[in-house]
């Protein structure tokens, strides 16, 4: 029996044309308010990552003010998740922001969302605020997550070298 040989996988991570889609179903699973991802969209950037020609990650980047930017949303998808894409993603985000020359980078999740909260600070970021009751009171559902509810939010935070 012959064994096909295994392909190396090409990833990519690009800009999102104006003429593109943007994949709003991969934007919203990090983010489950569609207003709000049309918002960052609007107002930020977005940034695609393919493998073999396919979307398989997005994250999207927003000026706060001419020092910081902020990963708005970041997201990979389901069946690619845990296979280090989503840190590959948090690493590019970061270069760019230095490349572009801010000093400052932030994120911001849920109290509940354990597994983001360890990625990031894997990534370098540090906790420096909690918004108490951002989520109970910006999102109509509650937002259950490892069994908690997600009610507060908890910024992170890399002070860049340039
Ligand atoms: N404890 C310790 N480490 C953990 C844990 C944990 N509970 N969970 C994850 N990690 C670590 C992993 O070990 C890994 O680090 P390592 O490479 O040093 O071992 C890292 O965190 C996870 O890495 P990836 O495999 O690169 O992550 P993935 O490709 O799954 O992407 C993402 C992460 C983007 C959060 C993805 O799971 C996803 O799309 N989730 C749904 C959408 C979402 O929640 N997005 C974020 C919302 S917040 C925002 O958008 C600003």
Do not use: W
């Amino acid at each position: 029996m012959q064994i096909e040989p295994v392909q190396p996988k090409h990833m990519e991570i690009r800009r999102l044309e104006n003429t593109e889609t943007p994949p709003y179903e991969l934007l919203l699973l990090a983010d489950p308010s569609l207003v709000l991802v049309d918002k960052y969209l609007k107002e930020g950037e977005c940034f695609l990552c393919e493998m073999d020609g396919e979307i398989i990650g997005v994250f999207v980047l927003l000026m706060l003010n001419p020092e910081t930017v902020e990963i708005k949303n970041i997201a990979v998808r389901e069946a690619m998740q845990g296979k280090g894409i989503g840190k590959q993603l948090v690493k590019e985000a970061i270069r760019i922001a230095e490349e572009i020359g801010y000093r400052k980078i932030e994120i911001g999740t849920g109290n509940s969302s354990l597994n983001q909260l360890a990625l990031y600070q894997k990534c370098g970021f540090r906790i420096v605020e909690i918004i108490h009751d951002f989520f109970t009171f910006h999102y109509k559902e509650e937002i259950l997550e490892n069994g908690m509810v997600c009610r507060d939010m908890i910024r992170l935070r890399i002070e860049l070298a340039s």
